[in-house]
């Protein structure tokens, strides 16, 4: 079941539309802010959230003239409030607060609270049949069949803001899903994409958050980095789309312009192109039905010369194997491979495991869960929240061993 929009369910191109940003000061935050900023007159800001920027979130709150804000950590509602006096903004601390975000009346809510925090704050704005631009793994991740499914009964329009996702939801336009043969999702390789394995293994922090093509966040450039961010996406492009392992691969593209294509029964390949730039596919989740104009660079493929691809090369990226494999598992392994995941990249930023270790937590963690034999389907917020929580308990009880070992 797949709550993605078809083109004909449209809002009028000349209404106001009222906006959400759930992770306004984060990198697509950002980007977003950065976009409602250069359409003042099509947009409204009804709520932002941040986690603990205090400062940042104050900022955009009277800038945009929000009508609500909240902050995560709950220790700065003083100062939040005093921030923003007088400006009649009204301001909330802590998950409920959060939430309480998502449920507010905005007809286009951003999706970009990170982990599986993000979760519960996106299911309310589902839950009243709100336009959702995801930009969170996590959803889809953790609770990817409940989560569509909730959508799909609320009527509400999930708009896939990572540039993959976006481009096969743009690519996929041009076929029906009886004749779609596979989705192809473009990795760039990552800094280490022409490593030997043994220098993987020994890789730094600060070569792993060298990405050649993105400015991103600590979390996803690592993640890009060992290719556990592309399993991510491959899973969150079989609840999305609904489609199944079989029907996704994954193509190096180092160059980062073409950022997903889709193959129909007729051999046809329709890909969707770019500059690496956030903006624009969140650009085209803000003005969906509709295109608005986006602020990145024009492409200019003369000058690009050449595009190439490469197989992915699962022996040296082993998370990106470990994706497929709890894919197919399912009842709960995909949120059990993000938690893993989520852990051993914490672990690795604090100099407790070397880079090479990253994947094989998650596999350790994987095999352990497995073996417990408590996988079940999920079925509701609670569920993926649990077994986040046992996974995530499992991994740390497990990253001694892990950090002792050697590749």
Same mark, same amino acid.
């Given at each position: 079941?797949?709550?993605?929009?078809?083109r004909n369910?449209?809002?009028?191109?000349?209404?106001?539309?009222?906006?959400?940003?759930?992770?306004?000061?984060g990198?697509?935050?950002?980007?977003?802010? !950065?976009?409602?900023?250069?359409?003042?007159e099509?947009?409204?800001v009804?709520?932002?959230?941040?986690?603990?920027?205090?400062?940042?979130?104050?900022?955009?709150?009277?800038?945009?003239?929000?009508?609500y804000?909240a902050?995560?950590?709950?220790?700065k509602?003083?100062?939040?409030?005093?921030a923003?006096?007088g400006?009649?903004t009204?301001?909330g601390?802590?998950?409920?607060?959060? &939430?309480?975000?998502?449920a507010?009346?905005?007809d286009?809510?951003?999706?970009?609270?990170?982990g599986a925090?993000?979760?519960? =704050?996106a299911l309310?704005?589902?839950?009243?049949?709100?336009h959702?631009a995801?930009?969170?793994?996590?959803?889809?991740?953790?609770?990817?069949?409940?989560?569509?499914?909730?959508? +799909?009964k609320?009527?509400?329009?999930?708009? =896939?803001?990572?540039s993959?996702h976006?481009?096969?939801?743009q690519?996929?336009?041009s076929g029906?899903?009886?004749?779609l043969?596979?989705?192809?999702?473009?990795?760039?390789?990552?800094?280490?994409?022409?490593?030997?394995?043994?220098?993987?293994?020994?890789?730094?922090?600060?070569q792993?958050?060298?990405?050649?093509?993105?400015?991103?966040?600590?979390?996803?450039?690592?993640?890009?980095a060992?290719?556990?961010?592309?399993?991510?996406?491959?899973?969150?492009?079989?609840?999305?789309?609904?489609?199944?392992p079989?029907?996704? !691969?994954?193509?190096?593209?180092?160059?980062s312009?073409?950022?997903g294509?889709v193959e129909f029964?007729?051999?046809?390949?329709? +890909?969707?192109?770019?500059?690496?730039?956030?903006?624009?596919?969140i650009?085209h989740?803000?003005?969906? =039905?509709d295109?608005i104009k986006?602020?990145?660079?024009?492409?200019?493929?003369?000058?690009?010369?050449?595009?190439?691809?490469e197989?992915?090369?699962?022996e040296?990226?082993?998370?990106?194997?470990?994706a497929?494999d709890?894919?197919?598992?399912?009842?709960?392994?995909?949120?059990?491979?993000n938690a893993?995941?989520e852990?051993?990249?914490?672990?690795?930023i604090?100099?407790? &495991?070397r880079?090479g270790?990253?994947a094989?937590?998650?596999?350790?963690t994987?095999?352990d869960w497995i073996?417990s034999?408590?996988?079940?389907p999920?079925?509701?917020?609670?569920?993926?929240?649990?077994?986040?929580?046992?996974?995530r308990?499992r991994?740390?009880?497990?990253?001694?061993?892990?950090?002792?070992?050697?590749?």
């Amino acid at each position: 079941m797949s709550a993605v929009p078809l083109r004909n369910n449209r809002l009028a191109a000349s209404d106001v539309r009222s906006v959400t940003v759930l992770g306004a000061t984060g990198s697509i935050g950002d980007s977003t802010m !950065d976009l409602l900023r250069a359409a003042p007159e099509r947009y409204r800001v009804e709520a932002l959230t941040a986690n603990g920027n205090v400062e940042a979130l104050a900022k955009l709150a009277r800038e945009f003239s929000a009508r609500y804000v909240a902050i995560a950590d709950t220790s700065k509602l003083a100062e939040l409030k005093a921030a923003l006096a007088g400006t009649g903004t009204e301001c909330g601390a802590g998950e409920s607060a959060v &939430i309480e975000a998502g449920a507010r009346p905005a007809d286009w809510v951003m999706a970009a609270v990170s982990g599986a925090a993000g979760l519960k =704050p996106a299911l309310a704005a589902v839950d009243r049949g709100a336009h959702v631009a995801l930009a969170n793994k996590e959803c889809l991740v953790c609770a990817g069949d409940f989560f569509m499914q909730r959508a +799909a009964k609320a009527g509400a329009c999930i708009l =896939p803001a990572d540039s993959e996702h976006n481009a096969l939801f743009q690519a996929l336009s041009s076929g029906n899903r009886d004749e779609l043969v596979r989705v192809i999702i473009t990795a760039s390789g990552g800094p280490f994409r022409t490593w030997k394995s043994a220098d993987i293994e020994q890789a730094t922090l600060a070569q792993a958050l060298k990405h050649p093509n993105w400015s991103m966040g600590q979390k996803i450039t690592i993640d890009s980095a060992s290719m556990m961010n592309k399993g991510l996406e491959v899973i969150e492009a079989s609840y999305l789309f609904a489609l199944s392992p079989d029907e996704i !691969d994954v193509l190096v593209h180092p160059q980062s312009i073409i950022h997903g294509m889709v193959e129909f029964s007729d051999r046809s390949v329709v +890909a969707q192109l770019g500059a690496p730039d956030m903006r624009t596919p969140i650009a085209h989740c803000l003005g969906w =039905p509709d295109r608005i104009k986006g602020p990145a660079a024009k492409l200019d493929l003369a000058k690009i010369g050449q595009l190439t691809f490469e197989a992915p090369d699962f022996e040296r990226f082993p998370g990106l194997r470990l994706a497929y494999d709890s894919l197919r598992t399912g009842k709960g392994a995909t949120t059990v491979y993000n938690a893993a995941n989520e852990v051993a990249v914490a672990a690795f930023i604090a100099g407790k &495991i070397r880079f090479g270790a990253i994947a094989r937590l998650v596999e350790a963690t994987l095999e352990d869960w497995i073996r417990s034999g408590n996988q079940a389907p999920l079925t509701s917020a609670d569920d993926a929240i649990s077994v986040d929580h046992v996974a995530r308990n499992r991994a740390a009880a497990l990253l001694p061993q892990i950090a002792l070992k050697a590749s």
